[in-house]
Nanobody
Framework: QVQLIESGGGLVQAGGSLRLSCATSARTFSNYVMGWFRQAPGKEREFVARISWTGGNTYYADSVKGRFTISRNYAKKTVDLQMNMLKPEDTAVYYC???????????????????WGQGTQVTVSS
């Protein structure tokens, strides 16, 4: 069982920044494709960003492209989501997810991921 623990959520004004972090103790973290999803009240969970197991490839939802950056640290076994220029519509619970080999497809589908964190709340005020 892979445990994922998110942190870094909170309340921020529109235009501000937050940095989310997802930590795991999994021994084979370096083989995982990692993703971030979010779910707003009354809405379905939606894809935010994904980073390959090498760290060399990233993929973003159009709604966050240019504002959010996903990165990973192999030594710390963490995946971060730097969120800049936040908007009220970014308000949601943000979830970290791990896709273990064999990797799922498509990369933006929640069904492609095998393990999930408990989520962290991000609230952006206008």
């Amino acid at each position: 069982q892979v445990q994922l623990i998110e942190s870094g959520g909170g309340l921020v004004q529109a235009g501000g920044s937050l940095r989310l972090s997802c930590a795991t103790s999994a021994r084979t973290f370096s083989n995982y494709v990692m993703g971030w999803f979010r779910q707003a009240p009354g809405k379905e969970r939606e894809f935010v960003a994904r980073i390959s197991w090498t760290g060399g490839n990233t993929y973003y939802a159009d709604s966050v492209k240019g504002r959010f950056t996903i990165s990973r640290n192999y030594a710390k076994k963490t995946v971060d989501l730097q969120m800049n220029m936040l908007k009220p519509e970014d308000t949601a619970v943000y979830y970290c997810a791990a896709d273990i080999p064999p990797y799922g497809s498509p990369p933006y589908s929640s069904t492609s991921y095998d393990y999930w964190g408990q989520g962290t709340q991000v609230t952006v005020s206008s």
